[in-house]
């Protein structure tokens, strides 16, 4: 398995406010995969996905990517190990707003000492007409397809999705998932899509669902469809 989770508690607060949300969550994903993670809000599948990250510490059990340990890492060999393996894709985008996108981008391009060639990946993305604009000269599917190119340019074994179509319409929603889809096919990127559009499950490879901080389903998609063909986005 390539991402390996192994009986992982997290929770936070303390006294009245202690809330735990991930309650022994165990579970393996395969390298290549396309990966869905739903569930409810509250039920556990952003802290997940931000443990798997190396963002959030776990409060026990086991965190293996490629075979690494991450659980346990000092502040600096966590900070390599964000550096090198992952890229994160959020919800909103988060580029800075006086950089124009090729400036963007390449904020995490020296971050790698592999990256990705840059016009190809504006090329593949196309953003290469847009590449001299800022931020705020782009439309909401735009500016998502920037934060895909500076999370791809370090050219990531693991990509990991917090809600990337949730700020966007249905239309734009559709592009950047057949977008994702091809990224993942073009370059093997192992790739885990927090959602909670029901529709998105049905164009991956794995789907995983969280409920109460417990895994309530774990299986893979036997009849998976393009996601040029999703409906109700």
Known sequence: MFVEVSKVKKSY???????EVLKGVSVGIEKGE????????????????????????????????????IVGLKKDSLSEYRRETHGFIFQFYNLIPNLTVRENIRVCEYLSKTPLDIDE??????????QN???SQLSGGQQQRCAI???????PKLLLCDEPTGALDSGTSRDILVL???INRKYGTTMIIVTHNNSIKNMVDHIIYLKDGKISKDYKNENKIPAVELEDL
């Open 149 to 155: 190119a500076r999370a791809l340019i370090k050219n």
């Open 180 to 182: 994702m889809e091809e």
């Open 34 to 69: 396309m990966c869905v993670i739903q569930g409810t809000s509250g039920s556990g599948k952003s802290t997940l996905l931000n443990c798997i990250g190396g963002l959030d510490e776990v409060d026990s059990g086991s965190i293996k990517i490629d075979g690494r340990e």
């Open 133 to 135: 604009k800022f931020p």
């Open 13 to 19: 607060g303390e006294g009245g406010s202690y809330t």
């Open 121 to 130: 990946l504006l090329d593949v993305l196309g953003l290469t007409e847009h």
